[in-house]
């Protein structure tokens, strides 16, 4: 079993930036280098939302619409560690953001196509 870890969320003004970071632990945390990972949201009331996914290689890179321009996920394999560089925020962007592992080398927006959750890190932008 692999546990994903969250961090570097916060509360930021609009207009403003911030970086999370997703890090594998657990006996099998090495395994996320051969596998697609991605980011989603949930905001308030609202469905889970796919936000980024990155391949194993740290290739296939997609992203929603609505952060395309403004969100960069990226990956280090030494680490087992999946970024997503936050810029341009929105007050539209508040959430509570999940890393999510892919069941293969390169993932969706699908959400059935992940095998583990981090438990998120919360995002509020402030108008």
């Known amino acids: 079993q692999v546990q994903l870890v969250e961090s570097g969320g916060g509360l930021v003004q609009t207009g403003g930036s911030l970086r999370l970071a997703c890090v594998a632990s657990?006996?099998?945390?090495?395994?996320?280098?051969?596998?697609?990972m991605a980011w989603f949201r949930r905001a308030p009331g609202k469905e889970r939302e796919y936000v980024a996914a990155i391949g194993w290689n740290g290739g296939n890179i997609r992203y929603a619409d609505s952060v395309r321009g403004r969100f960069t996920v990226s990956r280090d394999r030494a680490q087992n560690t999946v970024y997503l560089q936050m810029n341009s925020l929105q007050s539209e962007d508040t959430a509570l953001y999940y890393c999510?592992?892919?069941?293969?080398?390169?993932?969706?927006?699908?959400?059935?196509?992940?095998?583990?959750w981090g438990q998120g890190t919360q995002v509020t932008v402030s108008e």
């Open positions: 657990g006996r099998y945390r090495s395994t996320i280098s051969n596998n697609g």
């Open positions: 999510a592992k892919g069941r293969g080398a390169v993932s969706g927006s699908d959400p059935t196509g992940y095998t583990a």
